[in-house]
């Protein structure tokens, strides 16, 4: 939220990120939306991420949300919690590579900020098809890549596979964001040279120490 986002901005965050918001609130003018669409000019770049099954609904929340001025736009495919991928949204897209491919093209051609996407590296360990939509993504005019280095199935558990993120780095050409057990500066640096990525998003690690910056 933003108090949280401004403490970690003047502890030296580069980028921040919203709470994420359902595509169908926003069209259906749920009144918490606002709430998480308030930011300061400090913050910038800022991103207003958003998750949904439908491309038209992604399409015409995005031209909504452009209006209040963010720097980016970005599509969650990592959200792991049922009541999110098990509709399809979040790491549910993983699932279904041709509405990815879909939402980044309707997004990328109508909208006037650039489209990024934050993913997981597959639904489970039997079909890790990060590559394939890395891919997807930029050949449908996305402008950056966050890359967690875990499957749906694992949640938050286990080891995220940095291995994956440097795969996705050297597949596309676009900037790829690393994101996963950095919990310390030297994990930030570690990770960065183990995968080639171009910088490094730190989520739960911040929440207990956003000095971490």
Request: glycine share 10%.
């Amino acid at each position: 939220d933003l108090p949280f986002r401004s403490l970690c901005r003047e502890m030296g965050s580069a980028i921040s990120y919203t709470e994420f918001i359902n595509a169908m609130d926003v069209l259906g003018g749920h009144p918490y939306v606002g709430e998480k669409l308030v930011f300061w000019p400090a913050e910038r770049p800022v991103a207003f991420q958003i998750f949904d099954n439908q491309p038209q609904r992604l399409l015409e929340t995005a031209l909504h949300l452009q209006e209040y001025g963010p720097d980016f736009i970005d599509i969650n495919l990592g959200c792991s919690d049922r009541s999110v991928s098990g509709r399809g949204a979040g790491a549910g897209l993983l699932r279904t590579p041709h509405l990815i491919a879909e939402i980044f093209s309707k997004l990328t051609s109508a909208l006037e900020l650039p489209v990024t996407a934050k993913m997981r590296i597959g639904w489970d360990d039997a079909s890790r098809n990060f590559r394939e939509v890395a891919h997807v993504i930029e050949d449908n005019g996305g402008a950056m890549i966050a890359v967690h280095g875990r499957t749906r199935q694992q949640g938050y558990q286990g080891q995220a596979d940095w291995d994956a993120i440097a795969e996705v780095k050297h597949a596309v050409n676009i900037p790829v964001i690393g994101n996963g057990n950095v919990r310390t500066v030297a994990d930030i640096e570690r990770m960065q040279r183990y995968t080639g990525c171009d910088a490094v998003m730190i989520g739960r690690a911040a929440l207990g120490n956003p000095w971490i910056f």
